[in-house]
């Protein structure tokens, strides 16, 4: 079975540009969450959508916006970009929202802002 | 923010020798994870501890937690050079947040 996909793997953009990423959960999977690595850091969370829904948002600005598919994939988008925005992009899927439901990484999309 | 805080930052052993990472955090949880990270790339789900579970085992992996003193402990054992990655504990908050919250993780580094 496919894991959890990611696209695109790398992305170079400049400052004040947009930029989208997309996740593939896992299939059965209706929960898919977003988080932001910086280099040295633990994934921090910004977004997280259960059956299409936003179910938790964490401090991030309004720049960040994401959404969920009817096939439970997932969009993230990124407006004006600022040279901070520099990351490794995590998409994780679980087969439920639940504090016990594990969540499956996919390999992250990097993203430099220049 | 960061919840969890990992101890050390940064361990490098030899293969064969085990390697013990700590996780401290500072509210009430529901349940603490541990993580593993290759190379900056994807996190791989190592463990789910319960709040009410002491001590959980799989294969060379042992985690303890000790809800009263709010921290966790990861211990790998019998480590080998592929067990070389980051690791990261992460708990999710009792209340229904349902959104684990990663610490800054603890690089293991097991020279052959």
């Known amino acids: 079975d496919a894991g959890v996909t990611q696209s695109p793997t790398h992305l170079i953009k400049t400052r004040g540009q947009q930029v989208t990423l997309r996740c593939s959960p896992i299939s059965g999977h209706k929960s898919v969450s977003w988080y932001q690595q910086v280099l040295g850091q633990g994934p921090q969370f910004i977004f997280q959508?259960?059956?299409?829904?936003?179910?938790g948002r964490g401090n991030f600005p309004d720049r960040f916006s994401a959404r969920q598919f009817p096939n439970y994939s997932s969009e993230l988008n990124v407006n004006a970009l600022l040279l901070g925005d520099s990351a490794l992009y995590l998409c994780?899927?679980?087969?439920?929202?639940?504090?016990?439901?594990?969540?499956?990484f996919g390999p992250g999309t990097r993203l430099t802002v220049t | 923010s960061q919840q969890g805080e990992e101890d050390p930052q940064a361990l490098s052993i030899q293969e064969g020798e085990n390697a013990t990472m700590n996780c401290s955090y500072k509210?009430?949880?529901?349940?603490l994870q541990w993580y593993r990270q290759n190379s900056g790339r994807g996190l791989v789900h190592l463990i789910l501890?319960?709040?009410?579970?002491r001590e959980k085992h799989s294969g060379r992996l042992r985690v303890t937690l000790d809800t009263s003193k709010k921290s966790s402990s990861l211990l790998i054992t019998a480590s080998r050079a592929a067990d070389t990655a980051s690791y990261f504990c992460a708990t999710v908050a009792s209340g229904g947040s349902y959104i684990p919250t990663f610490g800054r993780g603890t690089s293991l580094i097991v020279h052959p």
């Open positions: 509210t009430s949880i529901n349940n």
């Open positions: 994780a899927s679980s087969l439920r929202q639940g504090a016990s439901y594990e969540q499956y």
């Open positions: 959508y259960y059956e299409k829904e936003e179910r």
């Open positions: 501890i319960r709040s009410n579970e």
